[in-house]
């Protein structure tokens, strides 16, 4: 059995919808801080797995062009998340012992 390549014809509106909905997922994904209570950051951990899904649907259809700096940030803002969840962690221990 062959290959055959499979043709898919995405109307152009629909690809800036659903690229200006990734951008808006990562805007609000990185919008946390270290004042951030941990239920915020747990919501945008949430978005920024909603924002991989809809990355990976643009990129496997080759209709995201500039997805290396997109998944840099992506990657970014995963390790923003989990260096502000650290941070909090280590506050909480501080103030159990005193």
């Given at each position: 059995m062959g290959l055959t390549n499979i043709i898919v014809t995405v109307?152009?509106?629909?690809?800036v919808k659903q690229t200006e909905k990734l951008y808006s997922y990562l805007n609000t994904a990185n919008a946390v801080s270290e004042?951030?209570?941990?239920?915020?950051?747990?919501?945008?951990r949430n978005v920024l797995f909603?924002?991989?899904g809809l990355f990976q649907v643009?990129?496997?259809?080759?209709?995201?062009?500039?997805?290396?700096?997109?998944?840099?940030?992506m990657?970014?803002?995963e390790q923003k998340h989990a260096y502000?969840?650290?941070q909090k962690r280590m506050e909480q221990r501080r103030r159990r012992r005193t």
């Open positions: 109307e152009r509106q629909a690809v004042s951030s209570t941990f239920a915020e950051i747990n919501s945008a909603m924002a991989k643009l990129w496997n259809f080759k209709l995201l062009p500039n997805w290396i700096e997109v998944e840099e940030d990657n970014r803002i502000i969840l650290e």
